[in-house]
């Protein structure tokens, strides 16, 4: 069955559907990444978006659940090139053509990806709308697609409850704004107590819970959105209780002490971004997948300096918070996909709850 | 970190001759790395012993020396030129080699240079056996269960705890030479104490077996201050067992979860951390295909033949960028040649996938064995780029030459499903052949998966092609199926056979339908960024990014993998020619497939498109491009036998006209210009089939010289003596259908001479004249030559340049010509022209100091060659000697026969260069690495004809001390002339025999020259073959004796440098 993506500017892109066959209108943005297509779908960050993968090859190694980022796809739509028929991996369990259907997610395929993409570079990140309906009048759909916007996806994907997984070291209460996994499994690994906590816990019920750390996870959309959340934040700024943040989490922290934060034409999205850390001159290839940015033009620098810098375009990448057991960072050093280069932000945030 | 500003000036090894498992990619590297160094200033010394390398001009480094790679040589280059630091891993094996010894022995430190880019402690982690081992074990990185062992009864004792099978790896060796699997104590021994041979340090390590692993390797990079990225991952379809060199390898790895992608990176980045490797570095694992496991297998600690093909998957510049770090540089620092926006330190992301095939040599050693293992045998390689694993595959299959263009092509359809069950485990070059007829014969992949260890992803890719291949032939060839077999890049000869049309039928649906290929670039960001750098590869489906410019715009043909008869030379042809045009204003655009070349740099032309040579996959270019003109004569045979196609497309030939290129290889009408010109050519007769061959062949009495035309190397030329060698010969050449005639010409046996020569259409210029020193009957490439000539009349001279002189003019010639003359006394034959650019261009180019290719180019683009300042006729010869030695790789190729004649073996060439001929041609035997005397110990067996001219030859080895052995015939003749000869039995006499002479180790050379012919003895390749795996130089023709012993007993006088 044909499938179409239709994207604001009213460029139309034809495939084949290979996913559930249902409409989504969503933003449409894309991942380098050449592996860990599991891991982008199930990344709750992706939460309101659909993703384009450069690599043409999709679903080669099939579906392995252990590489779930959480515990179901967010992804609106996936848009590929090729997707594999057969899958190839000793721990494969399912295609990603059942995985998709059983989880009622669009995707097409056949799709010239890197003609999408250069579009999106040039464009920057546009809405589009994903059909198997050919009977689409693109001016009459015009106008829905540029409607659409991201909203209110880090309640969307925030847990519900708090819980909390064992460990016998430091406790690390974990802010669910639409957490990966490997963030706790990340803590654990290094005997971490974890106690994972809605995105809407109040400062106060987290300070009751003793935390011996606090750890602002990732998770989609626009951070500005995030008003009440940010207020907490600010509460939690003003405890000496250590905190790491990542990606979101950095940015709703940078937005609590009055600095600002922007969209960027087309994000960052994938596992090859340089980032330099401005202290020891060092350079980190790092995952990512972010579309908003902190402003550095914006920083009280008696509040916070910039700690990382990407290599390529010179936005922020990290802050460091001045007399403050505080650092974010806008990449993501529990990786999955991507490397594993950054984790000993892990180990320096332990240290940090130690001293 | 800024650059260190005390590196002023940097010696840069080169790794000397190509041979198996060290080729073109050294060239590739060390041209980058030496324009990266003078980039920054620094004034760049070379020493390299290959004159066909680009990295040898003027133009690429400050002073070079075409000089032997031995230490003997290079500490006079440092003594001279004072370099303060020396860059040793551009050179491949050979030049870290070469940098280790001298920093051992201390010399360095003596002369005060420092090593760059590296340390010795680095070398010595990476590449000692043992240390390595302990490095591995101290930062908890698993490679197989091993040891080292100095001799062969320890080799015994720990393969019988490792069990059989085991691997055998000796210690500083290329391309695994030496190495392999072993299945038992007996084969155990014998490669054993070959390995302790071959190792440099008598070392080699014994290992767990784990063939079956998947095999994958990491390109990764590291800086002076710790940062680490990595380039590329590479998969290879073969599972370990088959060295990478011979495997079929994909970027990126294709059935690698992100968990095992990130596990294996986070190791190759861990261990080039503990190596504290400064630049690039190749890291190669066995993956358990059923867990997490995984081993080391390798690193190797320098730019290599994995990271050649790695930068051209990907864009970034390993060579480049390694340079520039050994002067300090940090990765952050670096700017990224293809983004111009980004920098060196990120990951290349591919949007496409990259398939590499090796070339291997079976057309030329009929005799070898084909299986594959972890010595390499391949001499080239191709690689395709495609936005799909079928296209990419089919694209490099029909990139090969191999008269092979589909998963057809090899036909195993005779045979059952058990026999092809059997077929599958014979691990060789036409594996994927036999898999596509498993499947064709329903045996499921799992079975296929359980034989071969390939993994059942690549399997299904395969299935793909096969299920492509029977709709093809059973279907309506609708618009979806004719896109469906695009798509996946068949070429429309194929669809045209399959669904049984004519290829011009298909041609024109296809424009019908709009179908045509379109083009990507490859911008190492997979589109992120806006890339600079035009390097594109086609695909069918989307959008096209290659734009047509509206310059003046020349088409240059590329000269495809390299192989044996078509070298390295022919890339520095194209790429001197390209520079030219590019001079002279031309937008240039380059077609090619061959990774390892200069040319294949995206910096070199104004567009790269890396795609195959076929006349289809060129139009598609041309149809975007719209050239005007092509220039064929630079590429090879390969861009010669695109000729008539170009031509068809409308695209004019710059340069000699296609009907006078024809005019050259077609006898009939060449017959007709010689007798025009007056110019005599040994008789010789057009013939198709055998019996047509052998009137011939009594008309014109044996010895005759039988082969096809229109081929390079010499390709299936034979000399035969009877009529049974014609049968024979005829049933080898026919075996490749032959779309040309088959030559018969008389055999003279005389002087072989060869002249290379620029014409403009009127003038003509000379650069030299060059002498063999074999004479006729061994193929051009694999004889010594001589310029300036040293045994010539004047008459026959100037007999050479007249003949040129009148040949070029008869034939139109605008670029280049290359003329082989027999001189037989006082007269002289043509035997050969070729309206092109030859393999000896390059040396001749070094050695007289004239542009060759820059003036045929301009002389094509209509200047005259009186304006361009180097005279007309022939040029003054120089008051230097250069002697062109040949350098085999034979003991790589299991079962391949050593002896030379008419088709060329030889996979490589060093220079001599000297004040007189014995100083050139010392220089070139030792630069061809005959290093002697060892044990002074010798034996000549030679057939009757040759027994008179060995004489003198063996009374001049012995008077250097030489202890002579002979078989009973060549004894008596020695003897009786005063030589003293043992005798000593034959093969098939009881022992001790001669093979029991030759495998003791002690024999520095062996003399043996065969019967002419297909009776050329049995016993004699025997005797060669073990010579040759025994490490015993082998001669088999009395002249490269001759010359041998010449060299040997001028060895003592004082060795001059010469500087070029």
């Known amino acids: 069955m044909k499938a179409y993506l239709i994207l604001e500017d009213g460029s139309v892109y034809e495939g084949e559907n290979v996913g559930a066959s249902r409409e989504a209108v969503s933003e449409i943005v894309f991942n380098t990444s050449m592996t860990g297509y599991l891991e982008v779908m199930t990344d709750p960050s992706y939460a309101g978006q659909a993703v384009v993968m450069t690599y043409p090859l999709i679903g080669n190694y099939g579906i392995c659940h252990e590489d779930m980022e959480s515990d179901r796809p967010w992804i609106d739509g996936l848009i590929v090139r090729e997707l594999s028929e057969v899958a190839s991996n000793f721990r494969n369990e399912d295609s990603i053509q059942n995985f998709l259907i059983k989880n009622n997610i669009p995707c097409i395929c056949g799709i010239d990806t890197r003609d999408l993409t250069k579009r999106l570079r040039e464009h920057g990140t546009m809405n589009g709308f994903i059909t198997v309906d050919s009977s689409f009048v693109v001016e009459k759909i015009l106008q829905r697609i540029k409607e659409y916007s991201v909203k209110g996806v880090v309640k969307r994907t925030s847990t519900k409850e708090a819980y909390s997984l064992p460990g016998k070291g430091k406790r690390v209460v974990l802010i669910d704004f639409g957490a990966k996994k490997n963030i706790a499994r990340q803590l654990q690994k290094r005997g971490c107590e974890v106690i994972v906590v809605p995105c809407d816990t109040k400062a106060k019920e987290i300070l009751k819970l003793k935390p011996d750390g606090i750890m602002l996870s990732n998770g989609p959309g626009d951070p500005k959105e995030n008003v009440d959340i940010i207020e907490e934040i600010k509460k939690l700024y003003d405890t000496d209780i250590p905190i790491f943040a990542i990606c979101l989490g950095h940015q709703l922290i940078a937005l609590a002490t009055g600095a600002n934060t922007y969209k960027l034409r087309y994000g960052h999205r994938g596992g090859n971004h340089p980032v330099k850390d401005l202290e020891t001159g060092r350079t980190y290839i790092s995952s990512q997948n972010h579309g908003y940015a902190v402003d550095e033009s914006t920083l009280d620098k008696n509040i916070c300096v910039p700690a990382f810098v990407n290599v390529n375009d010179g936005t922020n990448e990290g802050l460091r918070y001045i007399n403050k057991k505080i650092f974010t960072v806008q990449y993501h050093p529990e990786a999955c996909p991507g490397p594993r280069d950054s984790s000993y932000l892990f180990d320096k945030f332990i240290k940090m709850m130690e001293d | 970190m800024p650059r260190n500003n005390d590196i002023k000036k940097v010696l840069v090894i080169g790794s000397g001759p190509i041979v198996i498992g060290q080729a073109a990619e050294f060239d590739y590297a060390g041209t980058q790395g030496c324009l990266a160094l003078r980039e920054e200033g620094v004034e760049v010394v070379l020493i390299n012993s290959n004159p066909a390398t680009i990295m040898t001009d003027k133009d690429i480094a400050d002073e070079v020396y075409i000089e032997p790679l031995t230490a003997e040589f290079v500490k006079k280059v440092i003594k001279k030129e004072k370099p303060d630091s020396l860059l040793p891993t551009l050179g491949g094996q050979a030049g870290l080699n070469l940098a280790m010894e001298l920093f051992e022995e201390g010399f360095l430190k003596k002369e005060n240079v420092r090593l760059i880019g590296t340390t010795s402690l680095t070398i010595k982690k990476a590449e000692d056996r043992d240390t390595f081992k302990q490095t591995m074990e101290k930062i908890v990185e698993p490679i197989a269960a091993s040891k080292v062992v100095e001799n062969v009864k320890d080799g015994v004792e720990y393969a019988k705890t490792l069990g059989y099978p085991v691997v055998l790896r000796p210690a500083y060796t290329l391309g695994g030479s030496g190495g392999g699997i072993v299945y038992n104590e007996k084969e155990l021994i ?707 026969d050593i002896s030379l004649g008419p088709e060329m073996k030889s996979t490589g060439e060093c220079l001599g260069i000297g004040k007189n001929f014995n100083e050139a041609l010392y220089k070139a035997f030792v630069g061809a690495g005959i290093r002697l005397p060892k044990h002074k110990k010798m034996i000549i067996t030679v057939r009757d004809s040759e027994k008179s001219k060995v004489i003198d030859i063996a009374k001049r080895f012995q008077a250097l001390g030489y202890i002579i052995y002979s078989t009973k015939g060549t004894a008596k003749v020695l003897n009786d002339n005063g030589v003293n000869a043992i005798v000593i039995r034959k093969l098939e006499e009881e022992g001790p025999n001669i093979l029991d002479l030759i495998l003791s180790h002690e024999i520095d050379i062996v003399i043996d020259v065969p019967m002419r012919g297909i009776a050329g003895s049995k016993d004699g390749f025997i005797i060669r073959r073990n010579a040759i795996e025994t490490g015993v130089n082998v001669l088999t023709s009395t002249d490269t004796a001759k010359a041998l012993v010449s060299s040997l007993e001028n060895e003592k006088d004082e060795i001059s440098l010469i500087k070029i």
């Not at chain 2, 440099?200 to 990079?221: N, T």
């Not at chain 2, 190669?284 to 998957?313: G, H």
């Not at chain 2, 990014?545 to 003046?552: G, H, I, P, V, W």
Request: with cysteine.
């Open chain 2, 190 to 896: 014998e490669t054993l104490e070959n390995g302790l041979r071959l190792s440099r340090v008598g070392q080699v390590l014994v290992e767990r077996c784990i063939a079956g692993w998947k095999e994958i390797e990491y390109e990764v990079m590291r800086d002076g201050i710790g940062n680490v990225i990595t380039v590329c991952n590479m998969e290879n379809i073969d599972p370990v067992g088959v060295h990478t060199g011979d495997s079929i390898v994909v970027a990126p790895s294709q059935t690698l979860g992100d968990k095992e992608y990130q596990m294996l990176r986070s190791s190759a980045l861990n261990i080039i951390t503990e190596l504290n490797i400064t630049g690039g570095c190749n890291v190669q694992y066995a993956l358990n295909p059923d867990s997490f496991e995984y081993c080391v297998i390798e690193v190797n600690p320098r730019v290599s033949r994995s990271s050649a093909l790695a930068s051209k998957a990907t864009g970034y510049p390993i060579a480049k960028v390694a340079a520039k770090i050994a002067l300090g540089y940090t990765l952050d620092e670096i700017k990224n040649a293809v983004t111009k926006k980004t920098y060196a330190a990120f990951e290349p992301m591919l949007d496409y996938v990259v398939i590499k095939m090796p070339r291997l040599p079976f057309d030329k050693f009929i005799s070898a064995k084909r299986e594959l293992g972890t010595q390499m045998k391949a001499t080239g390689e191709v690689m395709s780029i495609c936005n799909n694993f079928e296209g990419g595959l089919m694209k490099a299959i029909r990139s090969l030459e191999q008269h092979v263009n589909s998963l057809l092509d090899y036909d195993y359809s005779k045979l059952d499903t058990e026999s092809l069950k059997s077929e599958l485990q014979r691990v060789d070059d036409r594996r994927i052949w036999v898999i596509a007829e498993a499947i064709r014969k329903g045996i499921s992949f799992e079975e296929i998966h359980k034989i071969t260890k390939i993994d059942i992803w690549f399997i299904s890719k395969i299935a793909n092609i096969v299920k492509t291949e029977n709709r093809l032939s059973s279907e309506i060839l609708d618009e979806e199926l004719l896109k469906e077999a695009k798509r996946i890049e068949f070429p429309d000869s194929l669809i045209a056979k399959l669904s049984n049309k004519g290829e011009e039928e298909i041609k024109t649906l296809r424009y019908r339908l709009d179908i045509r290929a379109v083009y990507k670039m490859v911008d190492t960001c997979a589109g992120e960024f806006k890339a600079q750098t035009p390097y594109f590869y086609s695909c069918y489906g989307g959008s096209n990014e290659a734009k047509r410019s509206y310059r003046k715009k020349v088409l240059v043909l590329g000269s495809g993998p390299i192989r044996i008869g078509q070298g390295i030379e022919f890339d520095f042809c194209s790429v001197h020619s390209t520079w030219e045009f590019k001079r002279l204003g031309y937008e240039t655009v380059i077609i090619n497939n061959n990774p390892e070349t200069v040319s294949t740099d995206f910096d070199i032309a104004d567009k790269l498109y890396f795609e195959p040579l076929t006349p289809e996959d060129v139009e598609s270019i041309v149809d975007i491009e719209k050239p005007d003109g092509a220039v064929v004569q630079f590429g090879g045979q390969t861009a010669i036998k695109l000729t008539q196609s170009l031509m068809k497309m409308g695209v004019p030939i710059l340069g000699t006209d296609a009907k006078d290129v024809d005019a050259a290889e077609d006898r009939e009408l060449f017959d007709k210009i010689l007798e025009e010109c007056k110019i005599p050519r040994p008789r010789g007769e057009t013939v198709y089939k055998a019996k047509e061959a052998k009137e011939a062949a009594n008309r014109l009495g044996y010895p005759v010289l039988v082969r096809p035309s229109y081929v390079l190397g010499g390709q299936g030329m034979q000399i035969a003596t009877n009529d049974n060698d014609i049968d024979g010969f005829m049933e080898i050449i026919n075996r490749i259908a032959q779309e040309h005639p088959i030559l018969v010409d008389k055999y003279i046996l005389g002087k072989e001479i060869e002249v290379d020569a620029v014409c403009d259409g009127k003038d003509i210029l000379i650069p030299g004249i060059m002498e063999h020193i074999e004479r006729a009957g061994v193929h051009s490439g694999d004889s010594i030559s001589v310029y300036p000539v040293q045994s010539l009349s004047d008459t026959v001279k100037s007999k050479i340049v007249e003949y040129t002189k009148r040949l070029a003019k008869a034939l139109h010639i605008k670029g280049m010509i290359n003329i082989q003359f027999i001189a037989d006394g006082e007269d002289v034959y043509v035997i050969e022209v070729n309206p092109r650019s030859s393999r000896t261009v390059p040396y001749i180019s070094k050695v007289t100091g004239v542009p060759i290719i820059s003036l045929a180019t301009r002389a094509i683009c209509g200047e005259s060659i009186k304006d361009m300042g180097f005279g007309t006729g022939i040029l003054r010869e120089p008051d230097l000697v250069a002697v062109k030695m040949p350098v085999f790789s034979f003991e790589k190729i299991k079962g391949a």
